[in-house]
């Protein structure tokens, strides 16, 4: 994954200006930007030169390691060792081709009297409501068609 953690900013260009007369440590500059704990003890997996950037005024740098800096700040790239696995696991993709269901119904289209609903189809939402929403929904659907053919 790359994340930028500064968007829209020209960071590099941005260092290297306050280099002039800077006084600042460059810790300090970067925690104006960024969480302060991120701009203090983050320094290694951004830059790989924890002491020398955490105690050194920014007129210090030589305007390459800034540059560096600027490029690990805006492409922050991390590696997931992995994923939580099943017991984490809160949707699943895949089932019932929504190709093969009747929308109005939620009914096989090959084989009638057949039902499904909720989890059980090929409908993948994001985290946060929508998969409830969905098993909501085509249940409601369902629901209604069954009771409107007094099933
Ligand atoms: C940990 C976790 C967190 C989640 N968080 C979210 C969230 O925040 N937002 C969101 O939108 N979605 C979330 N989901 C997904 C969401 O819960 C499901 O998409 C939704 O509950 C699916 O509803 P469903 O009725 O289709 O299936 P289910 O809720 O799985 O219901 C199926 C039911 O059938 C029963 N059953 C199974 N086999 C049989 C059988 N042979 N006979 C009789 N009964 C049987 C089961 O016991 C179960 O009660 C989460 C899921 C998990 C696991």
Request: charged share 25%; with cysteine.
């Amino acid at each position: 994954m790359q994340v930028n953690l500064l968007p829209g900013q020209e960071l590099a260009k941005e260092l290297i200006q306050l280099k002039v007369g800077g006084r600042k440590a460059l810790s300090t500059i970067l925690a104006e930007r960024l969480p302060r704990r991120l701009a203090q003890d983050g320094f290694e997996p951004l830059t790989g030169h924890p002491a020398e950037l955490g105690l050194s005024r920014i007129a210090d740098f030589p305007d390459r390691v800034l540059q560096e800096l600027s490029g690990r700040i805006q492409s922050w790239t991390m590696t997931p060792s992995g994923s939580e696995g099943w017991r984490k696991a809160e949707v699943m993709r895949g089932g019932v081709s929504t190709r093969e269901l009747d929308p109005r119904t939620m009914e096989s289209r090959r084989i009638p009297g057949l039902h499904f609903i909720g989890e059980v189809v090929d409908v993948t939402g994001w985290l946060g409501g929508y998969n409830f929403q969905w098993a909501w929904s085509s249940g409601t659907v369902c629901a209604r068609a069954m009771t409107e053919l007094g099933a």
